[in-house]
């Protein structure tokens, strides 16, 4: 315990408290009591974690924030949330809302209302993992745990002004993660400093036999102690540093650069010359996927069921009304994407240029120890703003969606203010790079 003035329990009731009262609707569920015991052996005994509702949490609803999984109690955790819990001793502090299965940049496509930001509360808070990025920003957590598809745990920690990292895909179990595209989803962390995210990660990461995609770390999360980035050579890619970002995020950005030079860094302009398609190749494997992981609900198995004179119907109807607008956007994409006679002409392709981007970033990385961009094109937007018009939506994830496609690593970290709001700094490494990126970040910080 920090502060080193509360015992476990004290530390754990303090945030208890805070959560049960949060103004943003980042929870969907508090824990309505503090353990009578906790092991103060372990690591993190008496620390609060709070979770993304996607992960599976045994016996307490896990929604990903849709309908259809109303009051799903799941008879499992997963694995990382008992890494967590089990294994670190933490005690789970409550789930966080999030957009439906994940789908989406603001947190509005939660059937449970939309989580607001703290900095300013007539704005997202960014998402998908928005409610895991408001628990940290609004202090109602310590930290928190979420997930990255295509940049929902990097964008709303760039949105509400925390630290946001997602590891190497495989680096963290999925079993137990509520899937969305199987071949992107990433657990990662909410944290308030780099320290944190180091300390939260080395809890979590490793492989899994219920996992076969899991590898683990090849070594061990260490706290990062870098105060400076001599010899480090930073690649800042144009297509990704230049039109279509606000001009507030893109001086914030350049300052960084500058504080980078000042810290040793050598900064250098490079190319991803197929990275500015990485948003039409996301937006096809992603919903392709889906299509396919979302058949599972059919009103049999999990919680919301519409009852019907025939089976077909009961399918249909629950689907109809449990489901929302963007998720059945994307079932309904994902499956015309996957039709026989389009296959090769959509999901084929968007593979292949998935493959380009990875040996972008190959090549990058033999010139360069990071690729750094803005985390997000601008800074927190009004509620609504966006709701009606998904391309504009999806335009959020232009920064983020590459390394997703390439299964690497990157962090945000915040750097500065535009409008009074706060703005994110994204660090991108090779694939297992990650105690380096953290030395970076912390340095930066
Ligand atoms: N905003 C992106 C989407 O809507 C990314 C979501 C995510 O990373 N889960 O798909």
Not at 12 to 41: G, L, M
Not at 333 to 358: E, F, M, P
Request: charged share 20%; glycine share 10%; proline share 7%.
């Amino acid at each position: 315990i920090r502060s080193g003035e509360l015992d476990a329990a004290e530390y754990f009731e303090f945030y208890r408290q805070r959560a049960a009262k949060d103004p943003y609707n980042s929870y969907v569920w508090v824990a309505d009591e503090t353990p009578a015991e906790i092991d103060t052996s372990k690591p993190f005994a008496g620390v609060p974690i709070a979770i993304k509702d996607l992960f599976c949490t045994e016996g307490i609803p896990s929604q990903a924030g849709s309908k259809i999984l109303e009051d799903y109690r799941p008879p499992y955790s997963a694995t990382s949330v008992k890494k967590l819990t089990t294994e670190a001793g933490s005690t789970l502090l409550g789930k966080t809302n999030q957009d439906e299965f994940a789908m989406g940049s603001s947190t509005e496509n939660s059937a449970y209302g939309p989580t607001l930001n703290p900095w300013d509360t007539t704005r997202v808070p960014g998402g998908s993992s928005g409610g895991s990025a408001a628990v940290v920003a609004g202090a109602t957590a310590p930290w928190s745990i979420g997930t990255d598809t295509g940049g929902s745990i990097r964008q709303p920690a760039a949105l509400t002004g925390i630290v946001g990292l997602k590891p190497t895909y495989g680096a963290i179990s999925r079993y137990g993660m509520i899937a969305f595209a199987s071949s992107l989803d990433q657990a990662g962390t909410f944290t308030r400093d780099v320290t944190d995210t180091a300390m939260l990660l080395s809890a979590m990461v490793g492989a899994d036999p219920c996992d076969q995609t899991s590898l683990g770390l090849p070594e061990p999360v260490r706290l990062p102690t870098a105060d400076s980035l001599k010899g480090i050579r930073l690649g800042v890619p144009e297509e990704l540093s230049g039109e279509g970002i606000e001009e507030g995020v893109l001086k914030a950005f350049n300052e960084t650069l500058e504080l980078a030079k000042q810290l040793g860094a050598t900064v250098e302009t490079t190319h991803l010359p197929h990275a500015p398609h990485g948003l039409a190749a996301y937006y096809l494997i992603a919903p392709a996927e889906c299509s396919s992981n979302l058949a599972r609900y059919d009103g049999v198995r999990f919680g919301f069921r519409k009852q019907a004179d025939t089976l077909l119907d009961m399918y249909n109807q629950t689907r109809e009304a449990g489901f929302g607008a963007e998720v059945k956007r994307r079932i309904m994409l994902g499956t015309y994407a996957l039709s026989s006679g389009y296959y090769d002409a959509y999901y084929g392709r968007a593979q292949k240029v998935r493959t380009l981007i990875a040996q972008d970033f190959k090549n990058a990385f033999g010139d360069f120890d990071f690729i750094v961009t803005p985390t997000a094109p601008g800074v927190a937007f009004e509620l609504n703003s966006k709701t009606s018009d998904p391309l504009a939506m999806y335009l959020n994830d232009f920064c983020t969606v590459p390394m997703s496609l390439a299964g690497i690593p990157a962090i945000s970290i915040p750097n500065g203010l535009s409008e009074g709001l706060p703005v994110g700094f994204q660090i991108a490494g090779p694939a297992f790079s990650e105690n380096r990126i953290l030395d970076a970040a912390l340095a930066l910080e």
